[in-house]
């Protein structure tokens, strides 16, 4: 187990969460995969408050607690109220996860259990896969989230946010740059001229952000889109050949567009229009 995690009972937990949840009719428990702490710099601090959603979230920091009679760290969790209906609380854990991850700059996150009670309790201890090491303050976090304006966020902003969150928790290249590509087609309803332009006029501007690909010929948007079929086809350009993921050519190849595409869709993210 990771040394120094303060050891919590599921009642802590609950003297934290009924005053702060109030009673209701229903809370989802939600472990999360993740390497994010939020706390003073100062002390390990257990929980964290978010307002979000229309509704009061109670993050729970990786703690260590009795798993089946034996103390070891389990995932960070959340305590909310929610509906009996399992989109209601699936929506709220995943989206609070892409909104974690684009505010703390592609911190890994991910959903991994979830349990629904009638009481603002730990309804659940899964044992922790990663261990915390990127510190977020409190204040640091609240004011990271509170600049993007959530409650203006459309459902196309928050899949965008999905797929964000999706290549920064995939561990292959070829997934991360078809992640950040449909993005680019989401912002632009997949008008390819749109997105030509967009890409191109970025490289005129930010050529260094575009580094990573070496030379080329012709367009960014033409060399980004090269990297985009490589990466849903598994072929060098202009090579018929299905490739082995593992080939260090095509691996290499597509990895070098990874950087300028993070780059791209997070210009795209940041406006406040056209979502």
Known sequence: MQQGLPLVTSQQIADEAFPYLGRGSYFQTTAYDTHLFISGSEEYDIFHHFELFGRKILWINQVQQDVSGENKAVMPRTIFPCSESDFDGHIVAHRLSSLLCYATHSTYIHPRLWVGVAFPVPATNQPAEKYVHMLYGHDQIDAAISRLDVDAFTDKKWAALAHYRQAAIVDTPYYKVLSYWKILELYFNNVNTD??????????????????????????????????????????????TIEDPDNPDIYNEVSKGIFSLRRLVEGLIERTSGW
């Not at 332009?197 to 060399?223: C, E, M, Q, V, W």
């Open 195 to 240: 997105m030509n332009t967009y890409i191109n006029d970025f490289y005129a501007s930010r050529p260094d952000i575009f580094h990573d690909l070496d030379s080329f010929s012709g367009t960014a948007s033409r060399k980004l889109r090269s990297v985009r079929h490589q990466s849903a086809h598994f072929m060098l350009e202009g090579n018929t």
